[in-house]
């Protein structure tokens, strides 16, 4: 079967299986992105994560994750919804309030791959879904689907940005899309928005300074400033999704695993406050609020609460 072929069945299997978009790119990473990383790296923004520097090499070279890796499939799944909350409450990022994404997803790479070794009767493949060292926004924005905002997520032309990443490395060749153009133009609301300074300059982001990383990643106490910049956001953060003008365009998601579960977008500070680490993992079970673990979680409350109420300080 030749690339295009290919391409078209796997394609096919991975509209049935919920992905809206997708593509296929080279695997080879090409200097500029490669220098992208170094630059990053070397002004620490990735703050406390210490794995993105460690895995470094890898993102450069995914022949290091998959011997032999020749092409990458890239597909994107729409996560959206409309997040109602209750005034005074935490606030999660959208992402966060349906099932964890790396379950979901994983389910169906799973039964894409098996396609695609299907397809390629004794290819390699290796499913990723934010799971392992690659670079997914390059990947997609060089496989056609959308192209890389001055957020750092992926635009999807008429769709927006409220999107999941994953696929596969395969060593063989599929037919590769056409790289997508950059249509943000002179906007910056993303830039303008962000209360932390996180997008120091267009497509840049400051991990060591986004509210997502503070509530998710971040490792020791957080800066004071900071903290009081990050409002009642108490897992991830919207708000350069929520601003950029692409989103206008957003249609709720097809998957129900990414329907907001009980409590939805936000989650009452006080209650949650009172969880205990045994009812929070009960709480979120199987929801990627586990990722952040009890006792950053009740930090990120705690933050939440003092920003809300400075008079409690």
Request: aromatic share 10%.
């Amino acid at each position: 079967m030749n690339a295009e072929d290919a391409a078209r069945e796997i394609g096919g299997e991975a509209a049935r299986l919920g992905f809206d978009a997708f593509g296929a790119a080279p695997a080879a990473v090409p200097e500029i992105e490669r220098e992208r990383i170094d630059r990053w790296i070397a002004k620490r923004m990735h703050g406390t994560m210490a794995w993105m520097e460690r895995s470094a090499a890898v993102r450069k070279d995914p022949t290091l994750l998959l011997p032999g890796a020749r092409s990458v499939w890239i597909g994107a799944v729409n996560y959206f919804h409309e997040a109602p909350r209750r005034e005074g409450d935490g606030r999660v990022s959208i992402y966060a309030s349906g099932r964890d994404y790396h379950r979901a997803i994983g389910g169906l790479l799973r039964r894409l791959a098996e396609t695609a070794r299907r397809v390629f009767p004794g290819a390699a493949v290796r499913p990723f879904v934010d799971s392992a060292p690659v670079l997914e926004k390059y990947y997609a924005e060089r496989a056609g689907i959308g192209w890389r905002g001055k957020h750092s997520n992926l635009i999807v032309p008429g769709a927006g940005s409220w999107f999941f990443l994953a696929g596969f490395l395969i060593d063989r060749d599929l037919a590769p899309g056409e790289r997508a153009a950059d249509r943000c133009g002179s906007c910056t609301a993303c830039i303008d928005a962000c209360p932390t300074g996180a997008i120091p300059a267009p497509y840049t982001v400051d991990g060591s300074r986004c509210i997502s990383y503070l509530t998710i990643e971040h490792r020791g106490a957080v800066d004071s400033d900071l903290a009081a910049r990050s409002g009642d956001w108490i897992f991830g953060c919207d708000i350069c999704q929520e601003v950029c003008p692409w989103n206008r365009f957003a249609k709720p998601a097809r998957l129900t695993d990414f329907h907001p579960r009980a409590g939805g977008a936000s989650i009452g500070l006080e209650e949650a406050l009172q969880l205990g680490r045994e009812r929070f993992d009960a709480r979120f079970e199987g929801s990627p609020l586990r990722r952040a673990g009890w006792e950053r979680f009740r930090g990120s409350v705690e933050r939440a609460i003092a920003n809300r109420d400075p008079e409690r300080e």
